[in-house]
């Protein structure tokens, strides 16, 4: 699912659009989502990002209802803390022994939907980014805005690793594999033990690979690269 | 223009035995020169040391007649004029971006933004990146890859590229374009030293041949000079 979110920041319709305005339309819904505790607000919150994620930036509807969806579940599980009242609910179930009674109230109920639907729509609106921005866009804008060079340099370099460690992780679980590294209980945990430990050396190597690489092309100890031409639809 | 080894001895740090044992090449500027030998011959670390990655402990490098300073100037412009193109593309590919990755070279050798911009674009139509460019380098597949990295050598513009078997694991196909390309450089008077152990390729490509053995230089010159006598027909023979 990461990856494909990945994909999608790389091939949406708004990939090429300046990442200032992607992030300020997000944090805009996000800030409406938290300023206004009204359920109405969240849904039309949820409705426009909604729109602007499929409408607008073209990603297929059924990838954003997936995300969504798998958000929510997560979401639920949470939600469902709000929903549940302990102490004077007439309809609820009595704790043996203990003379305490957990249940839905009218009210609980209400406040937990309310709080579903704000929370939704703070999520469709960092979904809204995330399927529009690539990673490298927002560094770029982080640069802009003066953030330290190191601590972007990190993100950056963090952002890339991900990728090769994913790809090394997926060419050692495989290695295990047909040798019946994952054939029982037993086996499947002591290969996730020797494959994470590998990783970690394989993350070191890669560094130092990495490095050497870095400094066979005049690497100063910055790493200045250039910014992409981006579109700014109110610029002329 | 010339890079020359004289007697160059290069140990790695707590190894006794040396990687580079009193090896004397020249490279000279537009050659196709292959660098062949076992595993653990020395090629790597000559490509290391001819880029000042590693320094000699013992012997002199020496670029156009001068020998290589080692301060940070003299690293400096050693690493202009000798670009070094790593095995695995995965270890040289910095940037989450294909654009970004390619000019980081030229931002470094303190070109401007404008200037940097024209040679990533020149770098990418040269290596058939041009619609690739923004593209994020994860995506890339394995040929697309050793692509960019070569561009990304590309981009400093160097007078000698050292070639550390990056065409081993790629299909006929895209060997075959990589192949041309480094032809296409060696035409252009950049000396082109390719590490590989394709004998058939060092025979139709290379100009010149160095064959390391245990960090010595066994056989260096013509190529149907260098890879004549038993142990190469041997190994050229039928395996079954």
Known sequence: ?236 | MKLTFRDVYVAYPGTSTPALSGVSVEIVAGQRVALVGRNGSGKSTLMLTANGILQPQRGTVLLDGQPVRYDRRGIAELRRQVGVVFQNPDDQLFSASVYQDLSLGPLNMGLSQAEARERVLRVAAQCGLSDLLHRPTHSLSGGEKARVALAGVLALSPRFLFVDELINDLDPWMRKRIVRLLCELADAGCAVVLATHDWALVRAWAQHVIWLEAGRVLRQGQPSAVLAGPECSDLESAPC
């Open chain 1, 1 to 236: 699912m990461w990856l494909r979110v990945d994909t999608f920041a790389y091939t949406n319709r708004l990939s090429t659009l300046h990442p200032a305005y992607k992030v300020g339309i997000s944090a805009l819904a996000l800030g409406v989502c938290l300023a206004f505790d009204q359920p109405l607000t969240s849904a039309l919150v949820l409705g426009v990002m909604w729109v602007l994620m499929v409408g607008w930036a073209d990603i297929p509807w059924r990838a954003a209802a997936r995300l969504l969806t798998a958000e929510s579940g997560f979401l639920l599980g949470g939600v469902l803390s709000v929903a549940l009242s302990v102490g004077d609910v007439p309809s609820g179930l009595e704790i043996a022994g203990l003379g305490i009674r957990v249940g839905v109230s009218a009210a609980s109920l209400q406040h937990a939907s309310n709080v579903f639907l704000r929370v939704l729509g703070s999520i469709a609106a960092l979904d809204f980014l995330a399927l529009t921005t690539p990673v490298p866009d927002l560094l770029e804008l982080l640069r802009c805005l003066r953030a330290p060079e190191a601590l972007v340099e990190v993100m950056g370099l963090t952002y890339r690793f991900i990728f090769v460690l994913l790809d090394s992780l997926e060419r050692m679980r495989r290695a295990h594999d047909v040798r019946l590294g994952f054939a029982n209980r037993r086996a499947a945990l002591r290969s996730t033990a020797l494959i994470g430990a590998n990783l970690f050396i394989e993350a070191f190597r890669r560094g130092q690979r990495l490095e050497l690489a870095l400094r066979s092309r005049a690497w100063s100890g910055s790493l200045r690269v250039l910014p992409r031409a981006y579109t700014h639809p109110f610029r002329r």
